[in-house]
């Protein structure tokens, strides 16, 4: 037997506590508004009614919901959603986020800490059948939780374990009004049609489906709160300078690496779709060097098997041919100076022997191959891949070229790159200190 006392209790309302009730209209709200009213648990109710303004019937509902709150001696509060503020193709979506909006703001001028919603065991079954159809996240199928925070608001749905029977059961025997809403009735919304057709079929098969669907609902919740702990324990020692270091988690089962993912996007505050989620995890497991836009404009950047928050690239400071040659002297690139010189200059960070003659300062172009220190060459693609430069920073990676032939490039890790003995021709040596360097001659 339900006890709205005994749900009050387990949600942890304290007495005289000021609850705002959303009240439809309809049976589900209208019975959870006077199981309120009827509790043994002093409370200050606050009903609230939002007329949507989407049916011909919307404004008489609404009276409805005020005059039986004046019965029950619940004050009142009205409001509306006016068809000029309406999109211009109004979702469901929309919908619910304009009444939220008004429920908060009551919320707030009556100064509640908590917001009442109606929802019952079969609307939580409906909820989880509909996730999993969109998605199959464990974290949405797991359906609505009897407690939850929004906008500074803690939401409670104390009637998640009562079946929708046993509500019509309450307002027949205790007089309840209620208004029937016609568009529940449309099938062509998928929640209706679950309600109408799907789940009536599996009630017949399974009579107990939407308690045991309210079961799996709590049983999941469990089981994903303590993974999320673990997980987060796990991540902890893995964090690095903007990002995770993913390469100590890669012989863990592909289930706990999508659960790992699933938390550290959620301790960054990221809402990434599941296929995209699954994009992230397969670039992480290839080792490879990738971008990825997610919604929002913000960057996640996969570089050999580490996973980092970026910013998007801005467009790219292309070196069309910036001509050195060897006089000492050090000049000017978007990322720093580089200059041709006798000797390698003490405050340089990166250097290597060229071949006597001009050197050109670029990016890459089409059919470019590096001079390896064995004297063999290697594609420039080839060579980015192997010394691990994020793609991200190939297009803008200035090299130090005669011809397609090249020297020298910025991004590699190491600090002296070609190493060949070049005996046979008198040989320079190509230089370069990033701005933050610290200078040891003045610039020239």
Not at 12 to 29: C, E
Not at 231 to 253: C, F, H, K, Y
Request: aromatic fraction near 6%; hydrophobic fraction near 45%; glycine fraction near 6%.
């Amino acid at each position: 037997m339900f006890s709205i006392d005994r749900a009050l209790m387990k949600l942890q309302v304290p007495p005289h506590a000021t609850l705002v009730v959303a009240v439809s209209g309809g049976v589900d709200s209208m019975v959870l508004l006077t199981m309120l009213a009827r509790a043994r648990t002093p409370l200050n109710l606050v009903a609230a009614q939002f007329d949507h303004q989407l049916r011909p019937t919307s404004q008489q509902e609404q009276q409805v919901v005020a005059a039986y709150a004046a019965q029950l001696g619940i004050s009142f509060v009205a409001g509306s959603w006016p068809v000029a503020a309406h999109p211009q193709h109004v979702s469901e979506a929309a919908a619910r986020e304009a009444r939220y909006a008004f429920l908060t703001e009551v919320a707030v001028a009556n100064q509640a800490q908590f917001l009442v919603l109606a929802q019952h065991r079969d609307d939580q079954l409906e909820t989880m059948l509909l996730q999993l159809g969109r998605s199959g996240n464990p974290g949405a199928v797991r359906g609505m939780k009897p407690r939850t925070e929004r906008d500074g608001v803690t939401l409670l749905r104390p009637l998640l374990g009562v079946a929708k029977q046993s509500l019509r059961d309450y307002a027949a025997d205790h007089h309840v009004p209620f208004c029937e809403d016609e568009s529940n009735e449309d099938q062509a919304v998928p929640r209706n049609a679950l309600r109408h057709d799907v789940i009536p079929r599996l009630a017949k098969l399974f009579p107990q489906i939407s308690a045991h669907g309210q079961h799996f609902s709590e049983a999941l919740d469990g089981a994903l709160t303590l993974a999320s702990r673990q997980a987060a324990a796990m991540l902890a020692p893995l964090q690095i300078t903007n990002g995770v270091d993913w390469r100590p988690l890669l012989s863990e089962p592909d289930s706990v690496q999508q659960l790992l993912l699933a938390t550290q996007l959620d301790q960054w505050h990221l809402v990434v779709a599941s296929r995209q989620q699954q994009q992230l995890l397969a670039a992480l497991q290839e080792g490879g060097s990738h971008q990825f836009l997610i919604a929002g404009a913000r960057v996640l950047l996969v570089e050999y098997g580490r996973l980092l928050r970026g910013e998007s690239d801005g467009p790219t400071v292309a070196v069309s041919g910036l001509v050195l040659v060897p006089d000492g002297r050090w000049q000017a690139v978007p990322a720093g100076q580089i200059g041709l010189f006798s000797a390698v200059p003490t405050d340089a960070t990166s250097w290597a022997p060229v071949p006597a003659g001009p050197v050109t300062i670029r990016t890459r172009r089409p059919g470019d191959q590096v001079a390896l220190p064995n004297g063999h060459h290697q594609l420039l693609r080839r060579f980015f891949i192997d010394q691990k430069v994020p793609a991200r920073k190939r297009a803008g990676c200035l090299l130090a070229t005669q011809g397609q032939t090249v020297f020298w490039v910025q991004e590699s890790p190491a600090r002296q790159l070609f190493q060949r003995p070049l005996t046979d021709i008198l040989s320079y040596v190509v230089a370069f200190r990033p701005k933050q360097a610290k200078r040891g001659q003045d610039d020239e």
